[in-house]
């Protein structure tokens, strides 16, 4: 096959597990490239992005089995950052299947042989990730997860559904999983026209057919990078008003 993936693995765990699958012998498909950290956690949702960015097709992640992370909570907020990149990905057309998680503990050996020859397969079944068609698409996820909006909000959720805040007030799970995924798909809309606007003044309707988003959308989200200074009207073309990044 020729997909290649990259696989961040625990070096706590999965990345033993890795080394017995190999003194053990069991077999799974060269095709990934590992990169050992020392916890899931450390794993940035623009690590992920930038690992399909530059030549992956796929990226896995392998974590402690929850309740065994060495730095008690570092795969707990994997689960939720891995989840949004997902969520974006398929939003964005390129498709959730491309980037996995996995817990593998140091002791199984045969369950990391086994889960990267299926998941391997599973992207295989893909085929090699389009660039041409998505360069667009992950340009804007990159800068959607240096969105300090979203950073905020990926790192407060124990926070803000368990602990709470100052005046102890809590959200519950669902409801902050909504303004999460909310916020996520506004600064990605938001990352994809200023993307656009990066090849030269646009009107609504030539942001909305680089984007494949809806006319409506466009207007909505471009008023909102008007109000952060990030676009502006440049002035009419005949009689279509044409916009410019700007501030950047
Ligand atoms: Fe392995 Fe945190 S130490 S996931």
Same mark, same amino acid.
């Given at each position: 096959?020729?997909? &290649?993936?990259?696989? @961040?693995? *625990?070096?706590?765990?999965?990345?033993?597990?890795?080394?017995?699958?190999?003194?053990?012998?069991?077999?799974?498909?060269?095709?990934?490239?590992?990169?050992?950290?020392? *916890?899931?956690?450390?794993? $940035?949702?623009?690590?992920?992005?930038?690992?399909?960015?530059?030549?992956? $097709?796929?990226? @896995?992640?392998?974590?402690?089995?929850?309740?065994? *992370?060495?730095?008690?909570?570092?795969?707990?907020? +994997?689960?939720?950052? &891995?989840?949004?990149?997902?969520?974006?990905?398929?939003?964005?057309?390129?498709?959730? $299947?491309?980037?996995?998680?996995?817990?593998?503990?140091?002791?199984?050996?045969?369950? @990391? %042989?086994?889960?990267?020859?299926?998941?391997?397969?599973?992207?295989?079944?893909?085929?090699?990730?389009?660039?041409?068609?998505?360069?667009?698409?992950? /340009?804007?996820?990159?800068?959607?997860?240096?969105?300090?909006?979203?950073?905020?909000?990926?790192?407060?959720?124990?926070?803000? +559904?368990?602990?709470? !805040? &100052?005046?102890?007030?809590?959200?519950?799970?669902?409801?902050?999983?909504?303004?999460?995924?909310? %916020?996520?798909?506004?600064?990605?809309?938001?990352?994809?026209?200023?993307?656009?606007?990066?090849?030269?003044?646009?009107?609504?309707?030539?942001?909305?057919?680089? *984007?494949?988003?809806?006319?409506?959308?466009? /207007?909505?989200?471009?008023? $909102?990078?008007?109000? %952060?200074?990030?676009?502006? @009207?440049?002035?009419?073309?005949? !009689? +279509?008003?044409?916009?410019?990044?700007?501030?950047?």
């Amino acid at each position: 096959m020729s997909e &290649v993936i990259l696989a @961040f693995l *625990c070096n706590w765990c999965s990345y033993a597990g890795a080394d017995l699958a190999g003194v053990s012998r069991f077999q799974y498909p060269p095709s990934i490239r590992v990169l050992r950290t020392m *916890c899931s956690g450390r794993v $940035d949702p623009l690590f992920i992005v930038e690992g399909l960015r530059s030549g992956f $097709d796929a990226v @896995f992640v392998y974590g402690c089995h929850i309740g065994d *992370c060495h730095y008690l909570e570092g795969n707990f907020h +994997t689960s939720g950052r &891995v989840e949004t990149v997902r969520k974006l990905l398929e939003f964005s057309g390129i498709g959730a $299947d491309r980037v996995q998680l996995r817990w593998v503990s140091a002791a199984e050996g045969q369950e @990391f %042989a086994r889960s990267v020859s299926e998941l391997t397969e599973a992207v295989h079944g893909l085929g090699p990730l389009d660039r041409d068609r998505f360069g667009l698409h992950l /340009s804007a996820l990159s800068q959607t997860f240096e969105s300090s909006r979203l950073r905020w909000l990926l790192g407060m959720e124990r926070r803000l +559904t368990e602990i709470g !805040n &100052v005046y102890d007030e809590k959200i519950d799970k669902r409801k902050y999983e909504e303004m999460l995924g909310a %916020a996520a798909i506004e600064e990605y809309q938001k990352a994809l026209i200023l993307e656009s606007l990066l090849q030269g003044p646009q009107s609504v309707r030539e942001i909305a057919a680089a *984007c494949g988003l809806p006319v409506y959308t466009i /207007s909505q989200r471009l008023a $909102d990078v008007e109000k %952060a200074g990030k676009a502006a @009207f440049q002035g009419f073309e005949g !009689n +279509t008003p044409k916009f410019i990044r700007s501030g950047a």
